[in-house]
T-cell receptor, first 115, second 113 residues
Framework: ETGVTQTPRHLVMGMTNKKSLKCEQH?????MYWYKQSAKKPLELMFV???????ENNSVPSRFSPECPNSSHLFLHLHTLQPEDSALYLC??????????????FGPGTRLLVL | DQQVKQNSPSLSVQEGRISILNCDYT??????FLWYKKYPAEGPTFLIS?????DKNEDGRFTVFLNKSAKHLSLHIVPSQPGDSAVYFC????????????FGSGTQLTVLP
């Protein structure tokens, strides 16, 4: 595997379900990110982890819970979501500590539908 | 309020011609700018970047121009090819509170054969 991978690629869940999104980067990077992309809107930054520590939390509701067990893996735990949380969830990584003049590399995303 | 704006949601260009995609920003702290390309069902792919110390960066058919005084950047694709049809996102980052990437809403480019 190369680059940034995400599983699952598609997910349908009810509002009472609990599910998790997984991201893995094979680039040796130190920073990882979760973004949300809703239709016709810019990518919205949710969380940033640098060297396994959360360094940014962009006012995301607590029904989204990130976890970064090591610098290669990032999870997004989902519980009691709302239909308006339906979106494309993108994971990204970058070489250094997150932010500044760095290029981020994205995974293919998980398309989430909340019923 | 959006700090990075792509005012054209779509653009159609004939194959072989030049495609020009535009992006405006409002935050003076931005000093690094990127363009990403996104195909359906895939994540954004990095295309080209430019630092604020430059006004032009070229990579093959892709050139990015930066006009700091106007807070405007553009991506030129010459010649355009049907495979370039995708959504193009402009993004910017800087220092302090602007250190994370801020994205525009994207422009759908369609290159007609």
């Amino acid at each position: 595997e190369t680059g940034v991978t995400q599983t699952p690629r598609h997910l349908v869940m009810g509002m009472t379900n609990k599910k998790s999104l997984k991201c893995e980067q094979h680039l040796g990077h130190n920073a990882m990110y979760w973004y949300k992309q809703s239709a016709k809107k810019p990518l919205e930054l949710m969380f940033v982890y640098s060297l396994e520590e959360r360094v940014e939390n962009n006012s995301v509701p607590s029904r989204f819970s990130p976890e970064c067990p090591n610098s290669s893996h990032l999870f997004l735990h989902l519980h009691t979501l709302q239909p308006e949380d339906s979106a494309l969830y993108l994971c990204a990584s970058s070489p250094s500590s997150g932010g500044g003049q760095e290029t981020q590399y994205f995974g293919p995303g998980t398309r989430l539908l909340v019923l | 309020d959006q700090q990075v704006k792509q005012n054209s949601p779509s653009l159609s260009v004939q194959e072989g011609r030049i495609s020009i995609l535009n992006c405006d920003y409002t935050n003076s702290m931005f000093d690094y700018f990127l363009w990403y390309k996104k195909y359906p069902a895939e994540g954004p792919t990095f295309l080209i970047s430019i630092s604020s110390i430059k006004d032009k960066n070229e990579d093959g058919r892709f050139t990015v121009f930066l006009n700091k005084s106007a807070k405007h950047l553009s991506l030129h694709i010459v010649p355009s090819q049907p495979g370039d049809s995708a959504v193009y996102f402009c993004a910017a980052s800087g220092t302090g509170s602007a250190r994370q990437l801020t994205f525009g809403s994207g422009t759908q480019l369609t290159v007609l054969p």
